[in-house]
């Protein structure tokens, strides 16, 4: 069973819109949340992160929400821009272990 | 530091065959991963090291995997004997480990190709 959730495995927005990439997750003992980005041929990226004590946390255009009691949390993107094109990975860490947890992906495209 | 360092880039090979992918972890990084990457499940954790150490080995899908990491600068994947299912990108990671502020870093992956 699928302890990360992402539902939507792609998304289309057009440029300078706000994309909204949204997870699940089911492990109440998760702490630690990142989003990563993905581009072909290459390695996931490190994005922004979020700990399970604070629900926001903002780094430039991407910001990272967190609903403990929802158990869901949502990555922000604005403006989109087309260099955002790219396979965005929800992750969860459960900090009494070390297994690092990812969702599917959703793949998302920005519109010129 | 380079990063975390997979070779081969690509392997094609026959079914049957045994199949070792190699991963170097950033230095001083004492948490290591191994992800398969495929269109129905995503990135799936195979394994984690803490130490040199396997911790949790529940994701390999079958006795064919099995992961070594001798040392902290080196660990290898090992499929034996390989599958045209087990077609997929395998990811290495690294990572401080799980506490606040850390992340782990990815390699650039192997495709592996079996026929």
């Known amino acids: 069973d699928q302890q990360v959730k992402q539902n939507s495995p792609s998304l289309s927005v057009q440029e300078g819109r706000i994309s909204i990439l949204n997870c699940d997750y089911t492990?109440?003992?998760?702490?630690?949340f990142l989003w990563y980005k993905k581009y072909p041929a290459e390695g996931p990226t490190f994005l922004i992160s979020?700990?399970?004590?604070?629900d926001k946390n903002e780094d430039g255009r991407f910001t990272v929400f967190l609903n403990k009691s929802a158990k869901h949390l949502s990555l922000h993107i604005v403006p989109s821009q087309p260099g955002d094109s790219a396979v965005y990975f929800c992750?969860?860490?459960?900090?009494?272990?070390?297994?690092?947890?990812f969702g599917k992906g959703t793949k998302l495209s920005v519109k010129p | 530091d380079a990063g975390v360092i997979q070779s081969p880039r690509h392997e094609v090979t026959e079914m049957g065959q045994e199949v070792t992918l190699r991963c170097k972890p950033i230095?001083?990084?004492?948490?290591l991963f191994w992800y398969r990457q495929t269109m129905m499940r995503g990135l799936e954790l195979l394994i984690y090291?803490?130490?040199?150490?396997?911790?949790?080995d529940s994701g390999m899908p079958e006795d064919r995997f099995s992961a070594k990491m001798p040392n902290a600068s080196f660990s290898t994947l090992k499929i034996q004997p390989s599958e045209p299912r087990d077609s997929a990108v395998y990811f290495c990671?690294?990572?401080?480990?799980?506490?606040?502020?850390?992340?782990?870093?990815f390699g650039q992956g192997t495709r592996l190709t079996v026929v």
């Open positions: 990671a690294s990572s401080l480990g799980p506490r606040m502020n850390t992340e782990a870093f």
């Open positions: 979020i700990s399970s004590i604070k």
């Open positions: 230095s001083g990084h004492d948490y």
């Open positions: 492990n109440s003992m998760f702490d630690y």
């Open positions: 090291f803490n130490n040199n150490v396997p911790i949790d």
């Open positions: 992750a969860a860490w459960d900090g009494s272990q070390g297994n690092l947890i």
